[in-house]
């Protein structure tokens, strides 16, 4: 029976038993460390070079706008091209922006040099993206999809867990451009395995352009799901009302205490979301015998309005991240259930370009997030910033649902 019930619980890797699946996660998982360290590096940086948290919420407006463009145009190639294609050739992009880092960083630089370099590498990261999400439902049975997005975003939280933390652990000892390198040597092992994967040029043999017509087909086929827009909608409060990374560096140095070439508080705090969604992701079992999606979306952008709430209350280092840590749970459970909802709609034949709206939704949120927190720490100071953006959330969720109910009402279709 205990056996039984640790089998409803844990993680389903069935999905890694086929190997093509099991090529692109391991591709996965060695880049989620690497490109933790670039995501850690890059507003340290600019924090380095101006001191000024509003700088480095002003990266996230440098990374939104190549994401709104170019996650909606990755959709569309991801629909129109072979798709294994097109992740060698965004994973060379990346790689190569992250030398360029690494370069700037051991010569010298000024800030809107490093803000622009990194307009470029999201551009490369937002097609990338939806390709590769894309491409895991031509890799398994359709009876596996699941249990694949489940391992392969858990493998995505370990890196961000242990990625931030080698980071915090790093930079004092081997400084900053060690960063920018390891995550470029890291891409390059990454390409030569996604070389491996069969090619993935479209099932149903239309010739796209992956043009703007072909954009505008993608919003037409999600606006017709008016759930999947609620789930989109209570994504994008809790994301750009609630996450506080922008707050991340001054924080760690202000209010606990690391020194000014940063320290473990810094990756401690980067680290914290992740290890809560690796720990929700590890025991996510028993998320599949739940029904009622609507339900989980809801309740789960609320848990995450509360602990961000207490992470800005937080005087000490322990208890802001145990905060920050039940905000990941709680983002994981969201994650899950909002793509089973995307999952259960979306052909292959537009699943690029829903994977495109998706990550525009998904990623843009943050990315809006470190543009208000950092100038609202600019104003109000860090903690009150923090903690007002967590009580917007809870707000904002329960008028979204009350205004619809549909959405609360919302199950799982059977099977």
């Keep these: 029976m205990g056996v039984l019930a640790g089998r409803r619980i844990a993680i389903d890797t069935r999905p890694l038993r086929i190997p093509a699946f099991r090529r692109l996660w391991v591709s996965t998982a060695i880049t989620a460390v690497g490109s933790q360290l670039t995501t850690v590096a890059v507003p340290k940086q600019i ?61 010298g ?104 017509r072909d954009i505008a087909e993608g919003f037409r086929y999600v606006a017709a799901m008016n759930v999947l827009l609620a789930s989109f909608l209570l994504d994008i409060i809790a994301m750009v009302a609630g996450m506080p990374r922008a707050l991340f560096p001054e924080m760690a140095e202000r209010t606990f205490g690391d020194p000014p070439g940063g320290g473990l508080a810094l990756g401690w705090l980067y680290a914290a979301i992740p290890i809560g969604a690796l720990l929700a992701g590890l025991l996510s079992g028993w998320l599949s015998h739940i029904t009622r999606h609507g339900v989980g979306v809801t309740a789960a952008v609320v848990v995450w309005g509360f602990a961000v709430l207490g992470f800005g209350l937080s005087p000490y280092l322990w208890l802001a991240v145990g905060f920050l840590v039940l905000a990941g749970m709680a983002d994981l459970v969201s ?22 709206v998706f990550l525009v939704v998904v990623a843009g949120g943050p990315r809006i997030a470190d543009l208000l927190h950092g100038w609202a720490a600019a104003g109000v100071g860090t903690r009150a910033a923090a903690a007002g953006g967590g009580v917007l959330v809870v707000l904002l969720a329960v008028l979204a649902v009350v205004c619809l109910p549909a959405f609360w009402r919302y199950r799982a279709k059977a099977g």
């Design 47 to 107: 924090f380095d070079l101006t001191g000024s948290s509003g700088f480095v919420g002003l990266a996230g407006a440098f990374g939104l706008v190549p994401l709104l463009i170019f996650g909606l145009w990755g959709g569309a190639l991801a629909d129109a091209f072979d798709r294994r294609t097109v992740i060698l050739v965004t994973n060379v992009g990346v790689a190569a922006t992250s030398v360029a880092f690494w370069v700037l960083a051991i010569t």
């Design 335 to 356: 994650m899950v259930y909002r793509s089973a909802i995307l999952q259960t709609a979306a052909t292959d034949e537009m699943r690029g370009r829903m994977q495109g």
């Design 109 to 212: 630089t000024n800030v809107w040099v490093v803000l622009g370099l990194l307009a470029v590498q999201q551009a490369f990261v937002a097609v990338n993206i939806p390709t590769r999400t894309a491409a895991v439902a031509r890799l398994v049975p359709v009876g596996l999809i699941a249990a694949a997005t489940a391992v392969s975003t858990t493998v995505g939280s370990l890196g961000m867990v242990f990625g931030p933390m080698l980071a915090g652990a790093l930079m004092p000892l081997a400084g900053l451009p060690v960063l920018y390198l390891v995550d470029a040597v890291a891409l390059v092992i990454a390409t030569l395995l996604v070389s491996g994967l069969p090619k993935m040029a479209p099932l149903d043999g239309v010739k796209r352009k992956a043009g703007l």
